[in-house]
């Protein structure tokens, strides 16, 4: 099963962009970039994936590398409620989720 | 829509005993999966399902068993449960395909042996 890194933890501060950097260098060309936030004694929210491009939705961004070895998952404003263990995940082709240990990020207000 | 419905929520178990815990999607999605989570931990995959009928093996598949008889239900069953099966239980599902969808989760199961 593919892996990730990603970096331990993060910090931001409230209504700053958040850059959430992961490392996926022995990624398969069928492989999807998945990303889902934990927060504190609830099940994991899914929050975006993509194959190649880059992709938007409500909650945030994904940037992936040309060479799709890494991706950046992009929060525009972090409020207090982004606080949370992100993790970035590689879906293989039996659509199985391995999770790491992710990152945790803190929100300072 | 309910998503994935986990039960029970919380559950104290003795060594040895047995119980099945229950895993409900209502998004007719084909695959389902059970993962533990221990304190500080990652999720980990114990057993997985890409239909109605199948399972395979996860990444810590040992003392646990599972069934899929209907495509809405995944049960994960503890044949004689020990403490070092003390764990938070989630159960996910997606659809088969792989564009567009993510993965619903359920709130999980707060398991304690003794």
């Known amino acids: 099963d593919a892996k990730t890194t990603q970096p331990n933890s993060m910090e931001s501060n409230e209504e700053e962009p958040v850059h959430l950097p992961c490392n996926h260098s022995?990624?398969?060309?069928?492989?999807?970039i998945h990303w889902y936030r934990q927060l504190p004694s609830q099940g994991p929210e899914y929050v975006i994936h993509g194959l190649t491009s880059n992709v938007n939705n409500r909650m945030a961004s994904l940037a992936i590398a040309e060479d799709r070895k890494s991706s950046t998952l992009i929060l525009h404003r972090a409020t207090l409620r982004d606080a949370a263990v992100y993790y970035c995940i590689l879906r293989d082709v039996p659509g199985k989720l391995i999770f790491g240990q992710g990152t945790t990020l803190q929100v300072k207000p | 829509n309910a998503g994935v419905t986990q039960t029970p929520k919380f559950r104290v178990l003795k060594t040895g005993q047995s119980m099945t815990l229950l895993c409900a999607q209502d998004m007719n999605h084909e695959y389902m999966y059970w993962y533990r989570q221990d304190p500080g931990m990652g999720l980990r995959l114990i057993h997985y399902s890409v239909g109605e009928g199948t399972t395979a093996k996860g990444e810590v598949p040992d003392g646990y068993n599972v069934s899929r008889l209907k495509k809405q239900n995944f049960l994960l069953g503890l044949e004689s449960a020990a403490p070092s099966q003390t764990s938070v239980y989630f159960c996910a599902s997606t659809r088969q395909s792989d564009s567009g969808y993510g993965y619903t989760f359920g709130s999980g199961t707060r398991l304690t042996v003794v």
């Open positions: 022995t990624i398969s060309g069928t492989d999807y």
